[in-house]
């Protein structure tokens, strides 16, 4: 059973930075990761869950308007890892932040994705 583990989330001031990590498991086929669409989602109470950004298997980026240039999402393949450098965390960006899994070559945060892990909590404070 496919997996994915988040973590890094924290509270930091306005300005500050955090990096979120993103660790898949469970899967049997060793290029498997190197085949996956990833996704950062974050969810506010009371907000529908927003796709943040992603990054394909050839490692192209999408990213949401209000965290471009704030925000990088990258890939380790080696370590079935994905990460999310946060800069300058605006008070807005508190929420739970999701990743996500989709298998094939499609990628953007507004598709549908196959595996969820449990979120992690970044709070943004002033």
């Known amino acids: 059973q496919v997996q994915l583990v988040a973590s890094g989330g924290g509270s930091v001031q306005a300005g500050g930075s955090l990096t979120l990590s993103c660790v898949v498991s469970g899967y049997s086929s060793e290029d498997y990761f190197d085949n996956l669409c990833m996704g950062w989602f974050r969810q506010v109470p009371g907000k529908e869950r927003e796709g943040v950004a992603s990054?394909?298997?050839?490692?192209?980026?999408t990213y949401i308007e209000s965290v471009k240039g704030r925000f990088t999402v990258s890939r380790d393949n080696g370590k079935s890892t994905v990460y999310l450098q946060m800069n300058s965390l605006k008070l807005e960006d508190t929420g739970l932040y999701f990743c996500?899994?989709?298998?094939?070559?499609?990628?953007?945060?507004?598709?549908?994705?196959?595996?969820w892990g449990r979120g992690t909590q970044v709070t943004v404070s002033s």
């Open positions: 996500a899994s989709r298998y094939g070559f499609a990628c953007s945060p507004n598709i549908g994705y196959n595996y």
């Open positions: 990054i394909g298997t050839h490692y192209s980026t």
